[in-house]
């Protein structure tokens, strides 16, 4: 018996499961990274580059910023090095897309590390492409969900970081009087 992956491509069930077991527990993490994330945002712990006496959602919205250029960087190199096992934990197969997402992943999270250093514009600058990166990211993997059935641990835990970061970032960049 077969599983369908991703395009009409199919997957042993034994393979299926296996990735299936295997991507539980890294599922796990960005959800878990985002609940620390604010954790440390909500304990009032300086954040990395914070500026005295600046409004506590811009203290937020740096540890935000700060977990989530240790995702991309996370993802960045299972997208690359670990492409074959980061793909089947997805249900899908590795394909030259993943490199892809590898290379921007790369550069978001560099651009964050910027950003929790460098204050209001560089952090509304990074934002942007995150937010609109990750909500359709999200949208994608609902329409795997919908149409293929794939509930494969990173296809679907990945929701919570692919909508709670952009609803994150604009919630507190609204807070702090940019958007």
């Known amino acids: 018996m077969t599983v369908l992956i991703s395009e009409g491509e199919a ?3 034994s393979e299926a499961k296996a990735s299936a077991k295997s991507g539980k527990a890294s599922a796990l993490v960005l959800p878990s990274l985002l609940v620390l994330a604010w954790a440390f945002a909500l ?3 300086t954040a990395p580059g914070a500026v005295a006496g600046e409004a506590a959602a811009m203290s937020d919205l740096r540890w935000i910023l700060y977990f989530a ?3 991309f960087l ?3 190199v299972m997208h690359s090095i670990f492409a074959k096992s980061m ?3 997805i249900g899908w197969k590795t394909n030259g897309f993943q490199y892809e997402i590898a290379a921007v992943s790369l550069g978001l999270g ?3 590390f910027y950003a929790t250093y ?3 514009e560089a952090m509304v600058t990074v934002s942007l492409p995150i937010v609109s990166f990750l909500f359709l990211a999200g949208v994608n993997h609902l329409v795997e969900i919908i149409r293929k059935q794939n509930y494969a641990p990173n296809n679907t835990l990945i929701l919570i970081w692919d909508f709670g970061v952009p609803i994150s970032l604009v919630a507190l960049l609204v807070s702090v009087g940019t958007f």
């Open 118 to 120: 460098n204050g209001i």
């Open 43 to 45: 304990s009032g712990t």
């Open 69 to 71: 250029g240790f995702v």
């Open 11 to 13: 997957q042993p069930r």
């Open 74 to 76: 996370f993802s960045s």
């Open 87 to 89: 793909a089947a934990s």
């Open 110 to 112: 560099a651009a964050c």
